[in-house]
């Protein structure tokens, strides 16, 4: 596969860990909901984002650190997989403790100022006692399955993230049998936060943690017997999938087989309540195979992601971010014939300061239009009820030429897109799985139809949807992303170009516009990068912006050091990874990175270079990494509108420079520190300025 070997990789100490930035990321993350100035239930949202990120970087990041032990390997950066693992976990200790201070100290007093209490059983009253004692007799006990230990019932197969309970017990049961010790696990359909009626609290929103019902009255699982102690607990597993290219004949049919195996990998942590025994703790570590620096014991439930629902329960709009509604461009607004709009000129839609609907509208019009004759689309990630999925049937059912070409890879989302690849397959629609051993991560979306020119003459229109985020209307209000609707034709060719290459065979032909990993992407972002070099160094501007989610490509970054050294002006806004070192004396004094974290995920990719005041812009569903280039498909497309482009540099960028309130300044070593307006300065924030331009 083409690989561009313009510069060497880095010396390892100018590189920054992979794992430690990730881990910094989720310290910003965590910082929003120390801030005082979130609305209250909108940081019990931030606390449960660090809990669900947290268990991915375990499944996936950690999972694979422990893979490198066991073969001996040696990362990227020059650390040992063992001291690289001793470093995670003391900064993993760390954050946990951190995030459970904050719920304990000040969320969860906080909430119980405002009468949303989540009650203790130590202070239950008579009649709430009594009450959850009728819940669990009808609604909990009856799907419980409680495992009393012994030859005869080993220690059970448990779920990947389940609550779990270890009873301690002592006496004799019905059959004479002593067993010390069972395992109780709760079944995922029951609710892990349960609310009381306000009569019996006298609160407007009273709940009770699951946990805390099964500690009342685990006793009535073992009737007769003494229970000595219960304790919550949590194992994380590896939940990476293999799948080995020479072995498989229908991807589908060996991912459906793999996903079932999923949830029972390799232990890579435990969550333990921390009054937990000693014992019960060290016996729990042998049935895992855990060590003690893999087992985190914490004050309260293990796991906190089920506390994500609560905001949706409570109807507390001054506890919450004021309700946001994003605008359509004035051109749209009028619900215009959508595909006259983009014949006469190229759509930017920022989202979500600007509403996804028109990317539906397009595709339901494709779908009811008889002049449309094809459509092609590629989904990443869309949910498991998906508008999107629901056109592109109704499209197939009406005899349309639909293909759809699936990433059955995406990671935690290969179910749901399994399940769409069948439906659009009954339906009548082409479906693909793209290249096996590349994941289709491009944003495309492609229609063809029927037009007549002036003297009546019929010839076929292509029309296009180029994003830098997936085909997901309900992540489209709260994640910041870029989409281009155009019916330009040589961009549009090479769309229709790159969907060859996924449903067929044969050589790539060159691309007029865009550019496609893993063939050109990082070849032409270097070739960009060193034009600007070349500027610098003949005496005339040179200068790059570049926004992303990670930067971790070691030649790439070279690149960026080398461009630095020749005096270009670089600006990095990368939300999370960066393993770029900013502001090192003698190697890259003139890069500044920095990180937004606010109130939606910063996910655009936009890319800017001078280009002798060209101004050249490109919009991207690929980050500057590794895998984005060499071992996806994506694609990165030019703005070639010139007020278009200065939307973008407008809205994209120059707010995210300025920011002073969400804004985290990176250091040389990968520490941030996070900006506030200096003394009678002005506050900016790039997304409220944002919202405050859009807001419909």
């Known amino acids: 596969m083409p690989h561009s070997l313009t510069y060497p990789t880095p010396a390892p100490e100018n590189l920054l860990n992979r794992e430690l930035s990730i881990l910094a990321f989720q310290r910003r993350v965590l910082a929003q909901a120390a801030d005082d100035n ?46 690289h693992y001793r470093q995670i976990s003391q900064e993993v200790h760390e954050i946990i403790a951190e995030q459970y201070a904050l719920l304990n100290d000040a969320i969860l007093p906080g909430l119980a100022k405002e009468s949303i209490v989540f009650l203790r059983r130590s202070l239950w009253t008579a009649e709430q006692s009594a009450w959850v004692r009728e819940y669990f007799e009808n609604q909990v006990m009856p799907i419980l399955t409680p495992v009393g230990l ?28 002593s067993s010390n010790i069972a395992i109780v696990q709760a079944p995922r359909a029951l609710p892990r936060v349960i609310r009381l009626p306000r009569e019996l609290t006298g609160l407007e929103h009273g709940f009770v943690f699951l946990s805390s019902v099964l500690h009342a009255f685990v006793g009535e699982l073992f009737p007769g017997m003494n229970v000595l102690g219960c304790y919550q607990f949590r194992v994380t597993r ?52 855990l060590s003690r620096d893999e087992v985190y014991r914490v004050p309260g439930i293990v796991n906190l992601v089920r506390l994500m629902q609560v905001p949706d329960w409570v109807d507390r709009p001054d506890l919450k971010f004021k309700p946001f509604v994003p605008s359509l461009p004035k051109s749209l607004d009028k619900r215009a014939d959508l595909f006259a709009e983009i014949q006469a000129r190229d759509v930017l839609l920022h989202h979500p300061f600007q509403s996804f609907e028109p990317v539906i509208e397009l595709l339901r019009d494709a779908a009811d239009d008889p002049n449309v004759v094809a459509i092609r689309m590629t989904v990443y990630r869309t949910g498991t009820d998906s508008v999107l999925m629901e056109q592109l049937l109704r499209a197939a059912r009406k005899g349309k030429e639909v293909n759809v070409v699936v990433e059955l ?16 397959e009954d ?111 003949q005496g005339r501007k040179g200068r790059i912006i570049a926004k992303m989610n990670a930067l971790m490509e070691p030649q790439t970054i070279q690149a960026l050091y080398m461009a630095s050294q020749s005096g270009v002006e670089i600006d990095l806004i990368v939300r999370g990874a960066c393993a770029l070192r900013p502001g090192v004396p003698g190697l890259s004094e003139n890069i500044k990175v920095r990180s937004v974290v606010g109130r939606f995920l910063e996910h655009t990719r936009v890319f800017y270079f ?39 540099i407008r809205e994209g960028l120059k707010p995210y420079l300025a920011d002073n309130s969400q804004a985290w300044e990176m250091d040389g070593n990968g520490h941030y520190r996070r900006r506030s307006p200096r003394a009678n300065a002005a506050t900016h924030n790039a997304q409220t300025l944002l919202m405050l331009e859009f807001g419909g």
């Open 38 to 83: 979130v609305p209250l239930l909108e940081r019990l949202k931030y606390l449960c984002i660090v809990s669900s990120n947290m268990d991915e970087f375990f499944e996936i990041r950690v999972a694979g650190i422990k893979e490198q032990i066991k073969q001996g390997s040696a990362n990227y950066a020059g650390l040992s997989p063992k001291n």
């Open 409 to 424: 890879m995406a990671r935690f989302d290969e179910e749901a897109n399994i399940n769409w690849a069948a439906k659009l």
């Open 150 to 177: 012994d030859p005869a019932h080993p220690f059970p197969r448990l779920l990947n993230k389940s609550l779990n309970f270890v009873v301690e017990l002592e006496g004799r049961d019905a059959f004479g049998r």
């Open 610 to 648: 001078h280009a002798d005041g060209e101004e050249q812009v490109y919009l991207s569903s690929a980050d500057w990494m590794d895998r984005n280039f060499f071992r996806r498909i994506e694609s990165c497309f030019p703005i070639l509108d010139a007020k278009l482009k200065r939307r973008v």
């Open 427 to 537: 339906a009548g629609a082409h479906v693909v799985y793209g290249v096996f051993g590349y994941k289709t991560h491009a944003k495309m979306l492609l229609i063809v139809r029927r037009e007549e020119d002036r003297n009546g003459h019929q010839f076929l229109r292509r029309y296009v949807h180029l994003g830098t985020g997936n085909y997901h209307p309900r992540t489209a209000r709260f994640y910041t992303d870029f989409g281009l609707l155009t019916a330009n034709e040589e961009i549009c060719a090479d769309v229709h170009e790159i969907f060859k290459q996924l449903t067929g065979l044969g050589h790539a032909e060159e691309l007029r516009h865009l550019w496609q990993s893993p063939f050109s992407m990082q070849r032409n972002v270097i070739a960009a990068i060193d034009a600007e070099a070349e500027a610098a160094r």
């Open 238 to 289: 590896n939940s990476d999938l293999f799948v080995d290219e020479e072995e498989v004949k229908d991807l589908r049919k060996t991912l459906q087989g793999e996903l079932q195996q999923r949830n029972y990998g390799d232990a890579v942590r435990m969550e333990v309540a921390d009054n937990a025994s000693p014992q019960m703790v060290e016996f729990l570590q042998q049935q895992f195979g």
